[in-house]
Nanobody
């Protein structure tokens, strides 16, 4: 059974930083392609960043240069370092794992609120 558990959200002022963590179980983590998505109120869920099993990364244009995704295979954890946060980054952030069949697995989400 695949489980993804996020942590690290909170309230921060604009310009501040947060680091999100996602602990994964029930899968051979080193083979897993992982990602972070976010959903703001009244908006669709959108891709923030992805990291492949080979540690190749991809970012949404809106976060390039501010956010960094990384993984620690020994800890079965994927991280999202968020710097220079803006009020428009306010959303629930979800950890994602997409398997080789294209099936998505999601965490419960963690709230990030950036005040102006």
């Amino acid at each position: 059974q695949v489980q993804l558990v996020e942590s690290g959200g909170g309230l921060v002022q604009a310009g501040g930083s947060l680091r999100l963590s996602c602990r994964v179980s029930g899968v051979i983590f080193s083979f897993a392609n992982m990602g972070w998505y976010r959903q703001a109120p009244g908006k669709q869920r959108e891709l923030v960043a992805t990291v492949t099993s080979g540690s190749s990364t991809n970012y949404a244009d809106s976060v390039k240069g501010r956010f960094a995704i990384s993984r620690n295979n020994a800890k079965k954890t994927v991280y999202l370092q968020m710097n220079s946060l803006k009020p428009e980054d306010t959303a629930v952030y979800y950890c994602n794992r997409r398997d080789s069949f294209g099936s998505d697995y999601w965490g419960q989400g963690t709230q990030v609120t950036v005040s102006s």
